[in-house]
Every structure is written in structure tokens, then in C-alpha cells.
């Protein structure tokens, strides 16, 4: 299941959408389903200030309180 609709293209004659992570094409007349080829490379850059990380341990046995559970 993904978060977006299909998009309708060529005046309602056939939609775009989102299956099995691939983009598909369809025709509204019911035909099989056609692959669209799609790849994207992107560069990420760090920001230049490094930061500690937080230390967390999950091993411990010693009693803490719970967070993030609320009663309803």
C-alpha cells in the first residue's frame, strides 16, 4: 500500500500508479499492467559540524521509567 493516488494522464485514457515499488502504467480500458523504467541517483552531503552520538543502552536490568506510553 502507498500514500498516493494515481495520477490520470493522456485525457483519462490511462493512469500511473504505485505497486510492488515499481511505477506501473494502465490502461482504463483494462489491459495488463507495463512497467515504467525508473532509476534516480542522488548526492547527499554531510553537514560540515560532526555531533556526538547518543550512547543507549539497551542491555540493562535496572528499573527506568516508562516513556511514550500514555492510557486511554
Known amino acids: ?3 498516493f493516488r494515481a495520477a490520470w494522464a493522456t485525457a483519462r485514457k490511462s493512469f500511473y ?3 510492488d515499488g515499481k511505477i506501473r502504467k494502465r490502461s482504463a480500458d483494462g489491459g495488463a499492467p507495463q512497467t515504467v523504467e525508473f532509476s534516480a541517483t ?3 552531503t554531510r553537514a560540515a ?3 556526538t552520538r ?3 543502552d539497551f542491555t ?3 528499573p ?3 516513556l ?3 492510557p486511554r
Open 64 to 66: 527506568r521509567q516508562v
Open 1 to 3: 500500500m502507498f500514500a
Open 42 to 44: 542522488m548526492q547527499v
Open 60 to 62: 540493562s536490568t535496572v
Open 49 to 51: 559540524a560532526s555531533y
Open 68 to 70: 511514550g506510553v500514555v
Open 17 to 19: 500508479y504505485v505497486s
Open 54 to 56: 547518543r550512547r543507549r
